[in-house]
């Protein structure tokens, strides 16, 4: 997987309750993205980084927070999951026009 | 809202037999790219296109793009049980002022034995 960690790889949690979400990459590249994945939506894309503490919102970004303090890691917070935000979510590195992608996060709001 | 738009969105085919998979889209490009997902896991990078360009290979894959019709197709030749997959179309577009990939909704391709 390109040398893109996530963490957790599994999450059920109840709704109110914040989530973070962790990116981890040994690539060095410059752009980091976190997408979502839902059946009948493909893959839509929640928030964008195109360098440390620089993040920009995607197609979805309501509800969720980012933050990228070092380059390897990029993090994407749900500060009170709601039953919608279920999804399987994906985070993605890029240095040029090809994003390579983690294994993915699988998170269940109850 | 999708750029990219895959048809069919299922396709089962014998092994040995050829897949072919389109992709159509609204807006002008820069490139468009294919990737693939097995169940369970992350896409993977098959092949870019740019806009300049009207067809490429890589192994069994060809890819083709026509501009004025705003759509690409993938052929995968001599299908395998490990091409089982689904594929996806991704498009460069303006997103809020700056250029991203959005993706289609995917053809999930079965190869069956």
């Known amino acids: 997987d390109a040398g893109i960690t996530q963490s957790p790889r599994h999450k059920v949690t109840e709704t109110g309750t914040p989530v973070t979400l962790r990116c981890h990459q040994t690539?060095?590249?410059?752009?980091m993205y976190w997408y979502r994945q839902d059946p009948g939506h493909g893959l839509r894309l929640i928030h964008y980084s195109y360098g440390v503490k620089d993040t920009d919102k995607g197609e979805v970004s309501d509800g969720y927070s980012v933050s990228r303090s070092k380059t390897e890691d990029f993090l994407l917070t749900l500060e009170s999951a709601t039953s919608s935000q279920t999804s399987v979510y994906f985070c993605?590195?890029?240095?040029?026009?090809?994003?390579?992608f983690g294994p993915g996060t699988r998170l269940t709001v109850l | 809202s999708q750029q990219g738009e895959e048809d069919p969105q299922a396709l089962s085919i014998q092994e040995g037999e050829n897949a072919t998979m389109n992709c159509s889209y609204k807006t002008s490009i820069n490139n468009l790219q294919w990737y693939r997902q097995n169940s369970g896991r992350g896409l993977v990078h098959l092949i870019l296109i740019r806009s300049n360009e009207r067809e490429k290979h890589s192994g069994r894959l060809r890819v083709t793009l026509d501009t004025s019709k705003k759509s690409s197709s993938l052929l995968i030749t001599a299908s395998r049980a490990a091409d089982t997959a689904s594929y996806f179309c991704a498009t460069d577009a303006l997103i809020q002022g700056a250029q991203k990939l959005v993706f289609g909704q995917g053809t999930r391709l079965t190869i069956n034995p």
């Open positions: 690539e060095n590249h410059r752009y």
């Open positions: 993605a590195i890029s240095a040029t026009d090809t994003q390579y």
